[in-house]
């Protein structure tokens, strides 16, 4: 039986499938919490951009916003499907390293790199650096006069454009912390710092508006108002963008209330944009590039639970609680992200009651899920937490001194574990002694 609005199974045992593994047999071998990626999924995903995009005869490059789940063997599946990887941190960068990723094929981010993330960067030739600010500009051109190397840098942007989703994870409007301002002039001062410089290769403009967006509509306007700069920088410099990076954040399903639109059409609207006002402007096409993260990962992941006690407060709420929570998947406490799940030992038993999940910190606002339709519940039957593949595990933290969790890939039937599950030495590993012998009186 297939899941209503789940690409997931249930099996002849009525249990979870994924990958076509049995979910039991996952959380009986790893313990849990448990991440739990369909690769085949993963692939899927990766593939209906790059196949668009090909389908439509368009130069593009696909890079996978490593923030929403990184680690080295999902940037390894990531290089096997040709993509290209954006990297917003030394700690990403290095991982990408580790995980033998083309330097040539990555792109580096951050509102506030330091000279040591630069370094890195430039130290490794990494392809793309996309510039957030003024003192950016500044140390990459020291940089590359100390290693007498060039680079290519896009501008990031901020066009104004407030997209339809929580204000935590939207960031096209003027008021963001993100890329140059375009309509207080920051954007044009930068230009012409970049324009035409001796070793920062400008190759165009990026923006991004935001994250969870269902919608093609600000990504049309932002495109709009891009080109609008595009083409007085055109008119007065001659400035022909040959990259324009158009960021990520296409939606994903996480309840019966989104309405996520398909990938395909993501990626045709978006390029019929650029397409028009490449052809009113007289340009050529500049290549397009895109960031998806969630996308990507979000829905070919599931977090297993244990449920432990159960909890019914007459006429007012029934609880259940599991054995992770926030320090697994913080979205639900940080920004009231939500969530469906199913027992899945009971995958195809129907509901009978409404509850409530709690995670197990000592945080009154560690609830995953708010009135989850359930069947009866019993104390050790495995909650299956469905589209937790990003932003679970790459939020995960060490609340209470709990140990993360670990991860396992699934596909074509074989389970591989790509993160072990923390110890307690490793939550204390980094801890030294101080011991009364230390104190001077």
């Known amino acids: 039986m297939i899941l209503d609005n789940h690409p997931f199974q249930t099996n002849k045992r009525g249990h979870l499938e994924i990958g076509g593994m049995d979910s039991m047999e996952l959380a009986n071998k790893y313990g849990t919490p448990l991440y739990v990626y369909d690769v085949s999924m993963i692939r899927e995903n990766c593939r209906a951009f790059v196949n668009t995009f090909k389908e439509l005869d368009i130069k593009a490059e696909v890079a996978y916003a490593s923030k929403a ?6 940037l390894q599946v990531v290089k096997q499907e040709g993509l290209s ?23 580096m981010h ?3 790199k330091s000279l040591s993330e630069l370094e890195m960067a430039i130290s490794h030739d990494i392809g793309c650096i996309v510039i957030d600010n003024f003192l950016e500009i500044e140390m990459i051109e020291n940089l590359l006069k100390k290693y007498n190397k060039t680079i290519d840098v896009l501008m990031r942007v901020t066009p104004g454009i407030e997209s339809k989703t929580h204000k935590y994870i939207m960031t096209g409007n003027e008021d963001s912390k993100f890329g140059f301002n375009l309509q207080n002039g920051q954007a044009q001062e930068a230009f012409h710092l970049l324009h035409n410089h001796k070793s920062i290769r400008f190759k165009g403009l990026h923006c991004h508006i935001g994250s969870q967006i269902f919608e093609t509509g600000s990504f049309v306007m932002a495109t709009k108002v891009l080109f609008e700069h595009i083409a007085i920088w055109n008119e007065q410099d ?19 209330e989104d309405s996520p639109l398909s990938l395909h059409t993501f990626v045709e609207e978006l390029v019929q944009s650029v397409q028009y006002h490449a052809s009113d402007l007289n340009i050529p096409l500049p290549e397009i590039w895109v960031e998806p993260g969630r996308a990507i990962v979000g ?65 009154s606002g560690d609830m995953l899920i708010w009135d989850l339709p359930i069947p009866e519940v019993d104390n050790g039957d495995i ?9 679970g595990y790459s939020m995960a933290n060490h609340y209470n001194r709990i140990p993360k969790a670990a991860v396992v890939f699934v596909e074509n039937g074989n389970d591989t574990l790509v993160v072990r599950r923390e110890t307690y030495k490793d939550v204390v590993k980094n801890d030294l002694s101080y011991s009364e012998e230390k104190i001077e009186m």
């Open 110 to 112: 951050g509102n506030n």
């Open 69 to 74: 789940f990184s680690s080295i063997a999902m």
């Open 238 to 256: 001659g400035f022909v963008p040959e990259v324009l990076n158009l960021g990520g954040g296409f939606g994903i399903r996480y309840t019966g």
């Open 85 to 107: 990887l954006d990297v917003v941190s030394e700690g990403e960068l290095y991982t990408a390293l580790q995980a033998d990723f083309p330097v040539e094929k990555i792109h």
């Open 383 to 391: 909650l299956a937490v469905f589209s937790t593949g990003a932003y």
């Open 299 to 363: 829905n070919a992941g599931i977090t297993l639970y244990t449920i432990g006690a159960v909890k019914n407060i007459p006429e007012i709420r029934n609880y259940i609680s599991v054995d992770g929570g926030m320090t697994d998947n913080l979205r639900p406490a940080l920004y009231g992200a939500t969530y469906e799940a199913v027992l899945a030992n009971k995958a195809d038993y129907k509901p009978v009651n409404t509850t409530s999940v709690a995670g197990k910190a000592c945080e």
